[in-house]
């Protein structure tokens, strides 16, 4: 045994390798939290990926998206991880989808295809959409909570959205969810209560106008070690359900 993934191996053994290359991952973000889940699902030999984003790499990512970096700015994400992807794994089939998921594009995805979904993006709308399109294919999916404004890494936990506290979007997701018949939900969330970001317009002033967190409502706050680890956890919850590991 002697191979890229010949470690991974040692812990999930072949048949477990053999899970995960046969498995077809979606990843709807590729973000802050969304490119970290992709990273930990490429180098844990999952075959098939599928990376929905429509955004480009800005300056403003540099602080803490895998993807970011001063050469990869103004590209597509999904063009760049693509590219990360199969440096890591050549034999891996990825295909890029460069749109925002929203309920008016849901119908550009085969959901039965899938075996698993990741929610990685940061719109409600766009998350419950999501939700009710893998509630309705009976789809297993994960959700990303709010990452924004935090900085305490270690309070993020793994749990059903109806047992979460402090995360504002867990509530608003646990309300609309609840709305819709929807009585699951697995999630990563902080327990950590969300920092108000500072009022410096010295920082605010050296956003430009084309960086995607110019154009959101607020700008939130974030640091390289917070949405990493989300990210990452999100992606071990796959994997250790795609092998079998509770």
Do not use: W
């Not at 893998?134 to 890494?153: L, V």
């Not at 979460?164 to 902080?190: F, N, Q, W």
């Amino acid at each position: 045994m002697n191979n890229a993934f010949s470690r991974t191996a040692l812990l999930v053994g072949d048949e477990g390798m053999e899970k995960l290359k046969n498995a077809k991952v979606a990843v709807f973000g590729v973000g802050g939290v969304g490119g970290y889940v992709v990273e930990a699902l490429a180098r844990s030999g999952i075959g098939t990926l599928d990376l929905i984003d429509n955004d480009r790499v800005s300056l403003t990512n540099i602080n803490r998206q895998i993807i970011a970096a001063h050469s990869t700015i103004g590209r597509y994400k999904v063009d760049v991880a693509k590219e990360r992807i199969l440096d890591i794994n050549p034999v891996a089939a990825v295909n890029t989808h460069q749109t925002f998921f929203l309920p008016e594009t849901a119908s550009e995805f085969n959901f039965y295809d899938y075996d698993y979904i990741v929610d990685a993006i940061d719109t409600v709308t766009g998350k419950i959409a999501l939700v009710m399109e893998a509630h309705r294919t009976n789809t297993p999916i994960i959700s990303s909570m709010g990452a924004g404004n935090k900085f305490d890494a270690s309070a993020f936990m793994v749990a059903d959205v109806y047992e979460t506290s402090v995360c504002p979007l867990a509530k608003v997701m646990r309300r609309e969810l609840k709305k819709r018949g929807i009585d699951k939900l697995k999630v990563v969330y902080s327990q950590e209560k969300p920092i108000t970001p500072k009022n410096d317009m010295s920082v605010i002033n050296d956003l430009q106008e084309t960086d995607t967190d110019v154009r959101k409502r607020q700008i939130p706050g974030s640091v390289s070690f917070v949405p990493s680890v989300a990210g990452l956890i999100l992606a071990g919850e796959v994997i250790k359900d795609i092998v079998g590991i509770k």
